[in-house]
């Protein structure tokens, strides 16, 4: 959930770099070979960066928002909680940002990713491929079907434990306009334990990555639903991975 009503309706937001981790947080020890040694630069956009491909609907297939489905076999359905996640792509003064392409994806039921360099012993869902897209609407709303992930362990100081999450990615125009987070789910008691969730200075960052539990947005006898909102730029802007390399 973001602070997007703590906000005025308009005026410049600069960057608050206070806001975002630091890039070298040795307590997560792959930030330190991938945080930048030297200097930042800036690198001058081209044209094609910033008009680049424009995304639309019509690229999208019939369940690419319902991770229940999308891999499935015929009249069959991923295993796990049923869930929504639902909510907003939001600019710095709260408006809505349209036709933002957001993909995301996540480890199954049992906290195990398809993908060929994963380890954990937890079981593949045969139905759960852990991928998958929407495109904002007019209003900038989103919402997809899944299933909620297990927690995973990962080797950073022998017995770290993910807290279940779902990546993010959310183009803007063109290529250049990229940014990736992580969601995690409200009362998860994995997210203050984790040494990336720790990366990030304030509760309140913390805080803005953490989608609500919605009763009133949950389908009886289906699925419950989890809203998040993702505030592009701001004060309070969602905390970004990519930004961390110096974006
Ligand atoms: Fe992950």
Known sequence: MSLTNQ???????????????????????????????????????????????????????PLDNDLTLNFAKPGESAIGPRIIVYGRVLDEAGRGVPNALVEFWQANAGGRYRHKKESYIA???????????????????????????GPYPWPNRGNDWRPAHIHFSIFGQGFAQRLITQMYFEGDPLIWKCPIVDVVPHREGIESLIAALDME???????????????????????????????
């Open 7 to 61: 906000r005025p309706a308009a005026g410049f937001f600069a960057r608050d770099r206070g806001w975002q981790p630091e890039a070298l947080t040795p307590q997560y020890k792959t930030s330190v070979a991938r945080s930048p040694s030297r200097a930042l630069l800036t690198m001058p956009q081209t044209l094609s960066e910033v008009t680049g491909p424009v995304f639309g609907h019509n690229m999208l297939g």
């Open 217 to 247: 947005s949950t389908v009886p006898m289906d699925a419950r639903a989890y809203k998040f909102d993702i505030v592009l730029r701001g004060r309070r802007s969602t905390l970004f991975e990519n930004r961390l390399e110096g974006n």
């Open 123 to 149: 079981p593949l869902d045969p139905n759960f491929g852990g991928c998958g897209r929407c495109i904002t609407a007019e209003d900038g709303s989103y919402e997809f079907r899944s299933i909620l992930p």
